[in-house]
C-alpha cells in the first residue's frame, strides 16, 4: 500500500463519521454556504506572478514543517503580500490541518481560498463550501472519470473553482471536461516522493488551452516559475518554502518582488 492508498482510507472513515455527526442539512445552513466566491482561476489568468501559497504544518514526506504559526497571521501575510490565492491543508492525520484553519483564514482574508483535501465524497464539496472555501482540489490518481465529472459539476453549481490535480498523461487524458477551472500538474511522484519540474514541461503540450495551468510541488524558486511560465502555466503552488520560514507572508512577498523584478 502507497501513502495515497493508506491516506484514503483513512479519508473514507474519517468521512463517514463525520456524516453522521454533521448532516448535510446543516452544513447548508452555514453563514458561509451562501456567500459569494472568489474566482481563482480569473485571479491567475489575470496575474503575472500567479502565486498560490499554502499554509501546511507538515506533511508525510517532510514531517514537521511548521507547528508554531496561527492560521490568522499566514492568512493575512499572504494576503498583504498579494498571492492570487490561500491553499489551506484541511486534513488533519498526514498534514495536521483541520476545518477549523478554513475557518480561520477566511475570517482574516479575502484571498480565494482552495481547500487541499482527499476529496472522496460529494459531502467534502458541500463542507468545503459551508467552511468558506472558494476553489476545491480534485486528484485524479484516486478518482474515476465519473467521480471527477460528478463533483466538478457539483462544485459548479455552489459556484466554487475546481483544481484538477494530475501527475501523468493517462491522469491527465481520463479527466479532461468542461466542469473543470484549473488542471493542476504534481511534479512530485506521488508513490517514490521525488519531484521533478520535467513533470509539469512534458505534461504542458496535452493541456488544452481553455484550462488555467497549474504547477504544483518543488517549486522553491524564482527561476523554477520563469523556466515554467514559457510552458503556459499561470499558477504556481507553493508550500513548503513560505511556510519553514518564520514569516511566510514576508517570505512570499520577498519572492513575488523578485520574480517581478
Given amino acids: ?11 473514507r472513515n474519517e ?5 453522521s455527526l454533521i448532516p448535510i442539512s446543516q452544513l447548508e445552513q452555514s453563514v458561509l454556504f451562501n456567500k459569494e466566491t472568489f474566482s481563482l482561476a480569473n485571479r491567475l489568468r489575470n496575474s503575472k506572478t500567479g502565486i498560490i501559497a499554502e499554509h501546511k504544518r507538515r506533511s508525510p514526506s517532510k514531517s514537521v514543517i ?3 504559526l496561527n492560521v490568522q497571521d499566514v492568512a493575512k501575510g499572504y494576503e498583504n503580500a498579494n498571492v492570487c490565492g490561500m491553499s489551506v491543508l484541511t ?5 495536521g490541518g483541520s476545518l477549523d484553519d478554513l475557518l480561520l483564514a477566511r475570517a482574516n482574508c479575502n484571498l480565494p481560498l482552495l481547500r487541499k483535501e482527499f476529496i472522496i465524497d460529494e459531502y467534502q464539496i458541500i463542507e468545503a463550501k459551508s467552511y468558506g472555501a472558494d476553489v476545491i482540489l480534485l486528484i485524479a490518481a484516486i478518482l474515476s472519470r465519473e467521480e471527477i465529472k460528478q463533483f466538478s459539476e457539483l462544485a459548479k ?14 491522469e491527465l487524458h481520463k479527466s479532461i471536461m468542461p466542469s473543470l477551472d484549473m ?16 513533470t509539469s514541461k512534458a505534461l504542458s ?9 497549474v504547477s504544483e510541488s518543488g517549486i522553491s524558486s524564482v527561476n523554477a516559475i520563469k523556466e515554467l511560465q514559457p510552458y503556459g502555466y499561470k499558477g504556481f503552488l507553493i508550500g513548503e518554502n513560505f511556510m519553514k520560514t518564520d514569516n511566510p507572508g514576508a517570505s512570499a512577498s520577498e519572492f513575488i518582488n523578485k520574480l517581478e523584478n
Fill in 66 to 68: 511548521n507547528q508554531s
Fill in 91 to 95: 486534513d488533519s492525520k498526514y498534514f
Fill in 183 to 198: 488542471l493542476g500538474v504534481n511534479n512530485r511522484n506521488l508513490k517514490t516522493f521525488e519531484v521533478s519540474l520535467e
Fill in 1 to 11: 500500500m502507497n501513502i495515497l492508498d493508506k491516506i484514503v482510507l483513512d479519508k
Fill in 205 to 213: 503540450k496535452s493541456i488544452p488551452g481553455d484550462f488555467v495551468k
Fill in 157 to 170: 453549481s455552489l459556484q466554487l473553482d475546481v483544481l484538477l490535480e494530475v501527475h501523468n498523461e493517462e
Fill in 15 to 19: 468521512v463517514t463519521l463525520r456524516k
